[in-house]
DNA sequence: GGTATCGTTGACTCGCGAGTCAACCAACCC
DNA sequence: GGGTTGGTTGACTCGCGAGTCAACGATACC
């Protein structure tokens, strides 16, 4: 009804605004950037950016969003299936793992500029990463009363473990500190459960 | 020699104007305060700020790097010494808690203005901040050698697993998502090189 | 006490880039 | 085909804040 011909170009208008947005934000930063910039990525004039949005920081909030809120989606679908702990700690891993596989400038945006930018965007949209945090607290600790995982480890820092773990090893990928052919990809997901899962120590060692 | 009454007095201003940009930085966020702000915060007038550095970023750097160069050789001392690895990654843990614990507005601005920060500072010392990578990275890989830890998990990998789980820890505190006491931050370090180490398995578990 | 040195001052410049706006144009409607 | 709506344009404004600089003042040295 709302798709005329009209309204459908506006929408792929926006659309292309938006993913210029990406490509100039992966590539120069956030605040490097100039909306003009985005406006000659995208092959518009510079006065339509603000037809579409009201701000530069809207457009990067709207990029993280429509992101973050997936992420949250297919953390709680994890949390509600059935399966391991260990199963579903791999899935949630698998998920991002191939978020950045599939489209790396979104991932590098929202992690450079938003999660890991905690003076700026990360501190707006804290409530928002958090409620990662949280969802991934909730399986570790749904796990522990199923006998699955230790109980004596808080279960937020399990989260923060895990997550962080998982940063890291973007950041490491974003910045080319280690390597990521799609094999290395592919061998992330397995290492980052079973460090997590089975620690460092050789088996044997551990303390009671 | 150089130590007269001038020099001395000099070389104090630098140090109060220092004092006052970490103060100014943790409060406000680097990007977001003005030179005149650290100018005020220390109680002299913008331009001496210039006349002691050549530039606003030549501030953070000056703080990073000061503090960070400490940090390297504290790991390189513990990676020399006598002990279990478990001890060894407990002391890295331990110096870092501590330096949170004694001076918290410095940590806050390395971590969320330098180490955080991947698109500005982070991405200029990255070779610095790369080099604290590879000195735990050493830690773990002799560890693996004396067969004292699994010789399955890549060291680099280890290493990025416990620095950023050190990182998430820290940035927890600073945006005060999880609880600061004297004693969380005493139970932090046990808990960062128990669950690296041991896991989050249930003893038995574990994967062969 | 005269003068050179160097720390100290703060008003000023200057470039940058986000955001505005008036005019323009193309599709749709009657 | 005249008018209305709504997408599109890009030159312009305007505030901000980093960095400059000329003048000032205190200490050291002879």
Known sequence: MASTARSQAAADKRRLILDAAVKVF??????????????????????LVYHYFSSKDEILDTVFLERWNVLLKVIAEVDRAEGSARQKLCDIASFIVDSYHHDPDVMKVIIVEVTRAANSFGRTHLPKIREAYSLISDVVAKAQQRGELRADVNPDFAALTFYGTIEQVLTGWIFELIPQSPEDMEEAKASIVDTICDGLDVIGLRAT
């Open 26 to 47: 992966a590539r120069q930063g956030f605040h490097a950037c100039r909306v003009s910039d985005i406006a000659d990525e995208a092959g518009v004039a510079y006065g």
